[in-house]
């Protein structure tokens, strides 16, 4: 049995987009409606905190230390050690009426990958999937979701999987790291809420493997490279967000929670919910890269072999 551990209390309302920091040996995430980010260091345990105008989305790292920071407005560029905000931009004709940015994660490429989501009544299909360079340029790859979701790439940077939380649905497509196209998305799993929780935030291993945080469902899924759900991890608490690789090792799995949209009885059964969760796995996960630079994951390889889903 998997040990899950309370890395760091908190009572975050909605806990999200957790971020490693290899150079800094930092665990970075989001409260999204506080709004602030927040830091952990591994070595002693030291926080900080950065409030930020507006709801943020999701975040990363940029190649020269500042965050790219998702937010009702657009996309902007934070620099922690000043608290400076620099907007860059933001997709033609977004934010919609009652959407706003969701999950978000550079890409092997360097490119910021973002997605929206209908946040007024999470039913409509508005929410669209953009491409974001570091010159600020904007790109839509995919749209018509109802909440885009679950970012990552494979290992070789070729393979790019995601979801639709509300479709309750995990996606693959291929990935174009010279130009940063998308190709037409695949159904990897259909997923059961009362199993799985819904789909949620997503990071893979060098194994080919997808980890799901499955909100509302209290689990972590381990989706192999075919599909197949191997492995469930319960955890203490029903709102898990979203997991992230890090540690000296990258085998250490640190998942953001949530409380908003939990019930009194599961806030009383679930106190530790809005906490960072960690727990240690086998096999080691996908560096992410930071925002105009360029993972050494992301050199010219072979693509991975079409999935068969």
């Known amino acids: 049995m998997t040990s899950v551990e309370v890395l760091i ?4 309302e909605l806990g999200e987009s957790p971020v490693w920091d290899a150079e800094t040996g930092c665990l970075l995430w989001a409260d999204l409606y506080a709004p602030a980010i927040e830091s952990w260091r591994l070595a002693d345990g030291h926080r900080q905190r950065w409030v930020l105008p507006e709801t943020l989305g999701s975040f990363g ?6 965050l ?13 050690s000043s608290g400076a905000l620099e907007f860059l931009c933001c997709p033609p004709g977004e ?3 009652g959407t706003r940015f969701n999950d978000g994660k550079v890409g092997p490429d360097g490119r910021l990958l973002v997605g929206t989501m209908d946040e007024q009544c999470r039913s409509r299909p508005l929410g669209s999937l ?9 790109t839509r790859l995919h749209q018509g979701f109802i909440v885009a979701n679950g970012l990552a790439w494979s290992a070789d940077g070729r393979r790019l ?6 479709r309750d649905t995990l996606y693959v497509a291929d990935y174009c790291l010279e130009s940063g196209a998308m190709g037409a998305p695949r159904v990897m799993a259909v997923t059961d809420p009362a199993v799985h929780g819904r789909p949620d935030g997503g990071a893979t291993d060098v194994a080919g493997g997808y980890w799901s945080a499955g909100v509302f469902g209290g689990v972590l899924n381990y989706w192999d490279d075919r599909g197949r759900l191997a492995r469930q991890v319960s955890l203490p608490c029903t709102g898990p967000t979203m997991p992230c690789f890090g540690g000296p090792d990258m085998k250490t799995l640190f998942v953001t929670t949530l409380r908003k949209g939990l019930s009194e009885a599961d806030l009383a059964a679930f106190p530790l ?3 960072v ?21 992301a050199e010219p390889a072979p693509p991975s072999p079409p999935a068969s889903l």
């Open 130 to 138: 953009y491409s974001v360079s570091r010159s600020g340029e904007t």
């Open 9 to 12: 209390e908190s009572r975050a």
């Open 273 to 275: 919910s809005g906490s």
């Open 68 to 80: 790219v920071v998702a937010m009702r407005s657009g996309i902007h560029l934070f620099e922690p």
């Open 277 to 297: 969760l960690a727990l240690e796995v086998e096999v080691p996960g996908v560096p992410v890269s930071t925002f105009g630079g360029v993972s050494r994951h």
């Open 61 to 66: 790292r940029c190649d020269d230390g500042r």
């Open 161 to 166: 999987y995601f979801s639709d939380t509300r």
């Open 95 to 97: 934010p919609l009426a």
